[in-house]
């Protein structure tokens, strides 16, 4: 029922290059294509789903698919699913108008320095949604938030916290009011820290952390006080304690 | 430098059945492999490296591999490595014989209920150990902690904390004068749990939960406040949450 041009066309989207160009990403599985069709954030582009899947499902779900709905079989699927618990369906959704600016007044705003590792991305945009946080500012070089892993794994919080790609470095000397915190392995412990909910807050990437230049435009470092033996922490998990940490 | 079957070999241990049948299990890269090997936690078995990489280790990295070190080429490694991070080496290390059993006493427990991800697992196990968190049970469902992909998200804490498979049910009901905290999304905010040091945490499958009467078997449950709209909170970052509150 489709084309291999249509086959070749989700397989590009694997690639930023391709997904800048049509200015769409990918999202798979029933659980996170329904809830981003539910939520209206992104405009969906084209369904693909086996008939066994669509008959099960809500008229109001069906209906927010049209007209864009391909009924596919299973060895179809196969060619363009890449998750093995993403089975019955793959949906294409036109990517949101970036934010112009933000606004970092009265709220926790989360500053990620060159995020690579997509997972950890996607869970931290799930982490951000959780706790409230509106705005994540990324360096140019954080991992792409359309990438299908990070859509995967933010489980449809993609559209709910706003992603700008900026220098960070600059963005962070314009917003001079705000306190900046960086998390750092040798910083003050974390329950001392001076927050208020009106702060900036710094993770770095997962192997060299946050970089010099950064680490010194912020106010204070802090750190998760370790008890045990492990080297570091997931950069997400991190981002997790301090963001419940700030909010608690 | 390698046989046809030393690859079928390697390839095998990415299934449990093989695994368990060896007593083995399979790490890759530089920094994970090092560790593993400097940490003496695990026997290794045999090494497969590129020699570009073996020149520039320490003799004593090196003292440590022998005599399991084969060099190889890279259209070797390839064959064997399942991490594009992983480039370099490939190691296979004997099991540890698993502890028979554990005490509570004094201490925080982590149980947990049919974590089925990989990533989260391992995230889980590293946390862990990053917080001193001595011993996880996990239930019989539980991913095996062999998993190629649970060992990478280990980043070597795999052997410093110890996991046992068990009838959790039984187990909790065992531990009777332990109390027992599980995380749901229904419970007493996380700040207000009556914690002390000696306690058990209780984490749910990623997405079902925790199961009924293992619920049942909790003395509370606790919740980390929600302030935005996110369903859930990943598995692993809901854990972590819940050792930094403990501890912290």
């Avoid at 997509?118 to 706790?131: E, K, L, Q, Y």
Wanted: charged share 20%; glycine share 4%; proline share 3%.
């Amino acid at each position: 029922m489709f084309s291999k041009s249509t086959i070749k066309y989700i397989q590009s989207l694997q690639h930023k290059k391709f997904r800048d160009e049509y200015n769409v990403f990918v999202a798979e599985g029933p659980k996170l294509v329904t809830e981003l069709l539910l939520s209206n954030d992104f405009s969906v582009k084209a369904v693909f789903a086996l008939q066994s899947w669509v008959d099960g499902l809500d008229a109001a779900i069906v209906a927010s698919m049209q007209p864009c709905l391909t009924i596919i079989k299973d060895f179809e699927l196969e060619k363009i699913a890449h998750y093995t618990t993403a089975n019955n369906v793959v949906a294409v959704f036109g990517k949101r108008k970036p934010v112009s600016s933000i606004s970092c007044k009265n709220k926790t705003t989360l500053v990620l320095d060159d995020i690579q590792d997509p997972g950890n991305f996607g869970t931290i945009i799930r982490t951000a949604d959780w706790f409230g946080i509106e705005n994540i500012i990324c360096s140019a070089n954080t991992v792409d938030m359309y990438n299908p892993k990070v859509v995967q794994s933010t489980m449809a919080s993609l559209g709910r916290v706003n992603v700008v790609y900026t220098d960070i470095l600059q963005w962070l000397q314009e917003n001079k009011g705000i306190k900046k915190f960086a998390a750092t392995l040798n910083g003050k412990p974390l329950k001392e820290m001076s927050s208020t909910k009106e702060c900036i807050i710094i993770i770095g990437n997962e192997s060299k952390g946050i970089s010099k230049d950064v680490i010194e435009s912020a106010d204070e470092k802090i750190t998760i006080p370790k008890l045990g033996k492990a080297e570091s922490l997931n950069a997400a998990v991190a981002a997790a304690i301090i963001l419940y940490a700030v909010s608690n």
